[in-house]
């Protein structure tokens, strides 16, 4: 699974379009893909500046993410385990397992789990065992939202 990702990476930045991309396979329902091409609402996907914003927000805003969510942490040291969608310090890899979690919803960015589990539930936040961690208002929030709508153009979401 991985390796086609890689592919797929690999082939966008030779510039290939989201019809000659190979997919990967992200579960029953649906599956995930990057994309370089026109995005209706917010425009083309820039994978390498989306990688780059995320390995930013890594090592700064999504720390506090780091005690439940980092797959590179030993089982014992993580506090009530979540979604090991965070792998250390590696923006690429950490991109990949948004992309397979169907972290980012493509359609809503704004309404991704991503941004929507980690808001606090009294602004209309989802429920979160790690508790409310952003509001609206927060810079960490907004860095977060950039990102998630940044990203959206690069994963697509379809039904098998």
Known sequence: MRARFLICVS???????????PTVDAGPAREATTRDSADADSGHCELGAVVAELDALIRSDLDVCRDCHDATRPA?????PGPLWLVGNDAQRTFEQIVLRRLVDTANPLDSALLMRPLAVREGG???KGGDIFSRASE???ALADFVVAAAPCVTASPR
């Open 126 to 128: 989802w429920i979160h």
């Open 11 to 21: 082939l966008l930045a030779a510039g290939c379009e989201a019809e000659t991309a």
């Open 76 to 80: 014992s040291s993580l506090q009530d």
């Open 140 to 142: 960490a929030y907004q």
